[in-house]
């Protein structure tokens, strides 16, 4: 399948507007409803998930919601593409595509900023509640144990 440059540029618009959507706008939201004293909190929390769902995905969960191999139809190996190894490029360092005809890399992009909004939107329910220690912790347990398979089902 060749390049559809129009649904790649759709999806790299698309996935940019739902990252502006989660970093300042649900940060300066959340930090606009909370308290005075925990603003500075609330705000790290959504920079926080960003950063740790980003680094979460790409080590591991593209590849347990889409990797290869299956197991037990709950989740997709987790191994099979840690870090992204054979997932977006091929052996001549060119691009793969998807069935689609957009670049995989894209696609990881664009389902990426999902995981991080998900979790961003927790945040709001925990206001005033949660240091941001706990939170840091939750995070990543939560992408892994519940978005992740989730994921994968879809």
Known sequence: MALDTAATAWMLVSASLVLLMTVPALALFYGGMSQSKSVLNMM???FGATAVVGVVYVL???SMSYG???LAGLIANPLSQLGLHGAVTDAAGAFLLNDHGVPVI???AFQMTF??????L???AIA???RFGAWMTFVPLWVTLAYLPLAHMV
């Open 44 to 46: 790290m929390m959504s």
């Open 60 to 62: 591991y969960g593209w």
């Open 68 to 70: 290869g191999t299956d």
């Open 106 to 108: 894209v696609d990881v």
């Open 115 to 120: 995981a991080v909004i998900t979790v961003a």
């Open 122 to 124: 927790i945040s709001g």
């Open 128 to 130: 005033d509640r949660v």
